[in-house]
């Protein structure tokens, strides 16, 4: 998603965040732009007249229009699309194309369309077909209770052994993961939990319960990866965990005892993962967790109001805002994390009197960076995009993407989760005062 979860698995069996890959981008334009087969011009210099800027309803809209128009026959999603290189560049990513479903589904309970619903109904089924079965045998268990997972040295080695004899996972089972390849060093995490939130999101939505035997599969598969008295394993193939899987099953699971809250082994794990995540992410925002962990939080903290919610929503707030911003000259989206700041705005709201400067700060960063995302949007009916002093973007495959979120001011390339990201931080935004809690069926 920036989320995006994000990454590839080397040979190693190490995680590598495609961060780095994507900042070389704007070095390797240069030479690309002598190649391409088609006009990618960046403009400098010039006077263009203004043109009216659409509402922010309008906006959404849009975008939602091209998600939809960029499903595929399979469920999935058009995933990128490089202007330059006139093709998709990146392998596919299941995490992400999972969050397009939970976020279409958090859109449809903010405003309920047909075709969106057809759309989630499509990627859920895909998603189920996608599914692999896993469990975890009685050794397995006792071996991860002793806390053999969480030992920092010979790492390589443990996770060599336990694959050797078995101990990794058991590819039957109760619950499922979900994987592109039929893999399961692959059947990433993140996306068996956010697709157990886009089913979930979707039947209480829609009071309709066909995926319901998936949803119970997705939770046991996600509960099978989870490292005790710490967060979550990157896939079944692997020991690590990271940050971006840690807040998406904690939001997942947060949510799911929100729908069923008499499951008296979700509020168990809960207590235990929370106090967890909350010392390990306490000053950490730079990971990928912020925006899914404020999230869960403030879940956590309508369902049990608890103080420690509301500190950890306001502390994680504060370290964002005085973080230091990296590179804030590529103009790069920054919806991800504007999820979570919406997030922590509408909590700071409904406490005023916690911490009144606080949510000035947040609300000013939200309009600023807003202001900076809304920019990166592919207008309709046009090859064309003007970006401001001087910068243009020029391509007759724009109009393919209208709608769409590109992932930074200098950079060509669009990807499907940054305009989902934005899909949710704007729905988020369109409705600050709403409980994030969704009604019981």
Not at 119 to 125: P, Q, S, Y
Not at 229 to 251: K, V, Y
Request: glycine share 8%.
């Amino acid at each position: 998603m920036r989320h995006g979860p994000e990454g590839t698995i080397g040979a190693s069996g190490r995680f590598f965040d495609r961060a780095t890959a994507s900042e070389r981008a704007p070095a390797r334009a240069g030479a690309r732009l002598l190649l391409a087969a088609i006009t990618v011009t960046l403009v400098l210099g010039g006077i263009t007249l203004a043109a009216a800027q659409p509402t922010d309803q309008e906006r959404l809209q849009q975008a939602v229009d091209y998600l939809l128009a960029a499903q595929l026959p399979s469920g999935l999603f058009v995933y990128d699309f490089d202007f330059v290189a006139d093709r998709s560049v990146e392998p596919d990513n299941i995490v992400r194309q999972a969050g397009v479903a939970y976020f279409l589904a958090e859109y449809y309970r903010h405003a309920p369309d047909s075709r969106v619903r057809h759309a989630i109904e499509a990627t859920l089924g895909r998603l189920g077909e996608l599914s692999l079965p896993i469990g975890k045998s009685r050794w397995q268990s006792a071996l991860e209770q002793t806390g053999l997972l969480s030992v920092p040295i010979g790492r390589y080695k443990l996770r060599a052994a336990l694959e050797r004899f078995g101990l990794l996972y058991r590819p039957s089972g109760d619950g499922k993961v979900i994987s592109l390849d039929g893999k399961y060093a692959l059947a990433l995490t993140g996306a068996v939990a956010v697709a157990l939130l886009a089913e979930m999101q979707y039947y209480q939505a829609t009071i309709d319960n066909r995926f319901g035997s998936l949803r119970s599969a997705w939770l046991e598969g996600l509960l099978s990866l989870r490292i005790p008295r710490r967060g979550f394993r990157i896939s079944p193939g692997f020991i690590d965990d990271t940050p971006f899987f840690d807040g998406e099953g904690w939001l997942a699971l947060a949510y799911y005892h929100g729908v069923f809250p008499l499951d008296k082994k979700i509020t168990s794990v809960l207590e235990d993962l929370e106090a967890y995540l909350m010392t390990r992410y306490a000053n950490d925002v730079t990971t990928g967790f912020y925006q899914w962990g404020t999230m869960a939080a403030a879940l956590r903290l309508e369902q049990t109001s608890d103080s420690r919610f509301l500190s950890f929503i306001r502390a994680q707030a504060r370290t964002l805002l005085d973080a230091p911003r990296r590179d804030e000259w590529r103009g790069d989206s920054s919806c991800a994390h504007m999820e979570g700041l919406a997030v922590a705005a509408r909590v700071l709201r409904a406490h005023p009197d916690v911490d009144r400067l606080l949510l000035e700060k947040v609300v000013a960063r939200l309009n600023e960076e807003m202001e900076k995302n809304r920019a990166l949007q592919i207008p309709p009916n046009g090859g064309r995009m003007v970006f401001g002093d001087g910068v243009q973007l020029i391509s007759p495959r724009l109009r393919d993407f209208a709608g769409a979120f590109l992932v930074g001011r200098f950079r060509a390339y669009t990807r499907v989760d940054e305009t989902a990201h934005c899909v949710s931080a704007m729905t988020k935004l369109a409705q600050p005062d709403r409980s994030i809690r969704a009604p019981r069926p």
